[in-house]
């Protein structure tokens, strides 16, 4: 029996890698887009821990130039984090357009996997007629050969 070869197994090839990539660039949008909340998580615990510091530094007195760079630096954390808001914002732009991509490359090997499925099919039927027919000439000739055998 001779081995079965899907013409187009190159293309699934070239497909499933296509989809494996842009399986792993949809997991890298997806880790930046965890690092992106995490500095933000991150960003609202330090002006948490300034304002604590500032209310300390109230109560004990402290300098105008104290006083000075403490709305300037919540400002300047507020605006990171709108910052970050954005970018998470456009990330997941950037995830849904790669869901749409996946899902247009998987159903791209989804095809080619069925013609591969039907084309095996196919060669598994034929490959089973060529055996019958082997078997059958192998008992007509041994059916012969055994009236040979009797006549002689």
């Known amino acids: 029996?001779?081995?079965?070869?899907f013409k187009l197994e190159g293309l699934l090839k070239i497909r499933s890698f296509k989809e494996e990539?842009?399986?792993?660039?949809?997991?890298k949008l997806q880790?930046?887009?965890?690092?992106?909340?995490?500095?933000?998580?991150?960003?609202?615990e330090g002006i948490r821990a300034a304002s604590s510091a500032h209310n300390r530094l109230l109560e004990n007195g402290m300098g105008g130039r104290e006083a000075q760079f403490f709305?300037?630096?919540?400002?300047?954390?507020?605006?990171n984090i709108e910052l970050l808001k954005k970018e998470i914002i456009r990330l997941q732009q950037l995830v849904e357009e790669k869901?749409?991509?996946?899902?247009?490359?998987?159903a791209d090997v989804?095809?080619?996997?069925?013609?591969?499925e039907k084309d095996f099919?196919?060669?598994?039927?034929?490959?089973?007629?060529?055996?019958?027919?082997?078997?059958?000439?192998?008992?007509?000739?041994?059916q012969?050969?055994?009236?040979?055998r009797i006549k002689s």
């Open 1 to 5: 029996m001779k081995k079965y070869k």
């Open 144 to 148: 012969g050969y055994n009236k040979q």
């Open 21 to 27: 990539i842009c399986k792993t660039e949809m997991g």
């Open 121 to 142: 099919q196919s060669f598994k039927k034929e490959e089973f007629k060529k055996q019958e027919l082997l078997r059958e000439e192998s008992i007509l000739i041994w």
């Open 110 to 116: 989804k095809v080619i996997e069925k013609l591969k």
């Open 31 to 44: 880790k930046s887009i965890s690092e992106c909340k995490q500095s933000i998580h991150n960003e609202f």
């Open 71 to 79: 709305p300037r630096f919540i400002q300047g954390k507020e605006a």
């Open 99 to 106: 869901i749409k991509e996946l899902a247009k490359l998987r």
